[in-house]
């Protein structure tokens, strides 16, 4: 049986739907999944075993140039109808997912108006579910497939999946400046977010390096933007055993992930891509809230700071503060604490 799944982005959602795709998987042999997600995070889906065709689409470029929208969609239509899915399911319960499910021309299932992110969405389906609000994204995910695919829930600890792909990326030889970074001993630092407010401090990342460089270590900050990559520089300028690394593609940056000895990140997707590949970290929450989003790994620690005002839920800081570029709840969260939580996970 072939089915659809719709889950187009952001990094996060991606990597949280992933331990729903390993329950399907080891529960329902029988089905053959096709993912529609957004081309940036097409890797992601292609990593996990259970994926039998990942379908990039970019909706936001074409959004950008409406004269090819029309065309665009057209073409998706056709190649959609011409899989015959059995079932397509909308994991990401919007109005944008939802839409671009009836293209697919089968029975479109998901998320029901109590539970969807876009209630109104959930109109467009032909079969609504359940799933309560207040839990981990992972959580609900699991519930949602096992509602909607007809299988038990698993009482088992959430599995990405990637541990064949990690195994893989590790076997495989980086070529060019890849290999040589990897020579010495480094923590990946995920400096970068889409909300500026869950931004560390430059002067913390910094100060996080001395104690990383007594234990002998280099800190590696990736950045996917100008603005993320100029700030990496700043840190790097200031510290020698902290690298500003060049633009990287996500398969290049997951080989980096399985050869690092850690990570420390904010709230972010490439916090979450560390942890489901295994790789030991901390991550740090400051205007969102831990419980919600953490990665459920024995090897990962999540720091939720402890400032009266966090976590608050908004992308941008509403106290005065802010205008002076202070973001309290960022500023609880201190070195020495996250070196603390660090250490330990360093001698495993």
Request: charged share 20%; aromatic share 8%; net charge positive.
């Amino acid at each position: 049986m072939k089915i659809l799944l719709l889950r187009l982005s952001s990094m996060g959602d991606v990597l949280h739907t992933l331990p729903a795709v390993t329950d399907m998987w080891q529960a329902r042999p029988d089905l053959c999944l096709h993912w529609l997600v957004e081309p940036a995070f097409a890797p992601i889906a292609q990593l996990h075993p259970g994926v039998t065709r990942v379908i990039p689409f970019s909706l936001r470029v074409h959004k950008e140039r409406w004269r090819g929208l029309a065309a665009a969609l057209r073409d998706l239509r056709r190649s959609l109808r011409g899989e015959h899915y059995e079932h397509i399911l909308d994991a990401q319960g919007l109005y944008k997912s939802a839409l671009l499910g009836r293209l697919g021309g089968a029975p479109l299932w998901g998320l029901d108006a109590a539970s969807a992110r876009e209630p109104g969405a959930t109109r467009l389906y032909h079969r609504r579910f359940r799933v309560a609000w207040g839990q981990p994204a992972i959580s609900r995910n699991r519930q949602l497939f096992a509602q909607a695919l007809d299988y038990a829930l698993p009482e088992t600890p959430p599995d990405y999946g990637l541990q064949g792909a990690a195994a893989c990326l590790r076997k495989d030889t980086l070529a060019g400046p890849w290999g040589e970074l990897v020579q010495q001993p480094f923590v990946l630092g995920f400096h970068g977010t889409s909300w500026e407010n869950k931004e560390w401090r430059e002067d913390y990342w910094r100060a996080l390096a001395a104690p990383l460089k007594q234990a002998g270590l280099r800190l590696l900050l990736p950045a996917g933007s100008a603005r993320e990559a100029a700030r990496a520089q700043r840190i790097a300028t200031q510290a020698d055993n902290v690298l500003a690394l060049p633009t990287l593609t996500l398969l290049e940056l997951a080989a980096l992930i399985v050869r690092a000895d850690a990570y420390v990140g904010m709230d972010t997707g490439l916090s979450y891509l560390a942890g489901a590949l295994g790789l030991a970290g901390v991550t740090l929450y400051g205007p969102t809230a831990s419980g919600r989003f953490s990665v459920a790994e024995n090897r990962q620690t999540t720091l939720q700071s402890p400032a009266p005002c966090s976590p608050c839920g908004k992308s941008r800081c509403p106290l005065p503060e802010a205008k002076n570029g202070l973001i309290l709840c960022q500023q609880a969260l201190r070195p020495e604490q996250v070196w603390t939580a660090l250490s330990p996970l360093l001698e495993h």
